[in-house]
C-alpha cells in the first residue's frame, strides 16, 4: 500500500468519526426537539384548562385575573412554539452537515478505491517490466551460448 493510499485510508477514518458525531449530534438534537414538542403540548393543554376555568368564573374580577393569566400563558405558548421551531431548524441544519459530511467522506472512499487501483496497476507494470528483464536476459544468455 502506497504512502498516498494509507494517509487517504486515515483521513477515511478521520472523517468517519467526524460524521458519527455529527450523526450523534441529530439524534440528540431530534430527541430534544421532540421534548420540547411535549412541553408545548402540554402547555396547550395548561392554556385550554385555564380558559375554561375562565369561562366558568362568575366575578369580574375573577374573569379578569383569568384573562390575564390566559395571556400569560398564551404568550409563554407563543414562546415555546417559536423555540420549538428553532429547534426543528438546528436539527434540520445538522441533518444537513452530516449528508454533507457523509459525501465528503464518499469523495475520500473513492480517493481511496482509485489510489488502490492505481498502487496495483503500478505493481503489475512492475512485475511485467520485471518478467520482461529477465526473459529479455535468459534470451541474451541463450543466444550468447549458442
Do not use: P, W
Not at 50 to 65: K, Q, V, W
Not at 76 to 83: I, K, P, Y
Request: hydrophobic share 40%; net charge positive.
Amino acid at each position: 500500500m502506497s504512502a498516498r493510499t494509507a494517509r487517504a485510508k486515515r483521513l477515511l477514518t478521520v472523517e468517519d468519526l467526524r460524521v458519527s458525531a455529527r450523526e450523534r449530534a441529530v439524534a440528540e438534537a431530534e430527541q430534544a426537539a421532540r421534548a420540547s414538542e411535549a412541553i408545548v403540548a402540554e402547555r396547550e393543554a395548561a392554556l385550554r384548562a385555564a380558559y375554561a376555568r375562565a369561562i366558568e368564573a362568575t366575578s369580574s374580577e375573577e374573569l379578569a385575573r383569568a384573562s390575564a393569566h390566559l395571556q400569560t400563558l398564551q404568550d409563554r405558548l407563543t414562546r415555546a412554539r417559536r423555540d420549538a421551531a428553532e429547534r426543528r431548524n438546528d436539527v434540520r441544519e445538522r441533518e444537513l452537515a452530516a449528508v454533507a459530511a457523509r459525501r465528503g467522506m464518499r469523495k475520500i472512499e473513492l480517493f481511496v478505491e482509485r489510489f488502490e487501483r492505481e498502487d496495483a496497476a503500478r505493481d503489475r507494470r512492475a512485475e511485467t517490466r520485471i518478467a520482461d528483464e529477465h526473459a529479455a536476459r535468459m534470451c541474451r544468455e541463450e543466444s550468447g551460448d549458442e
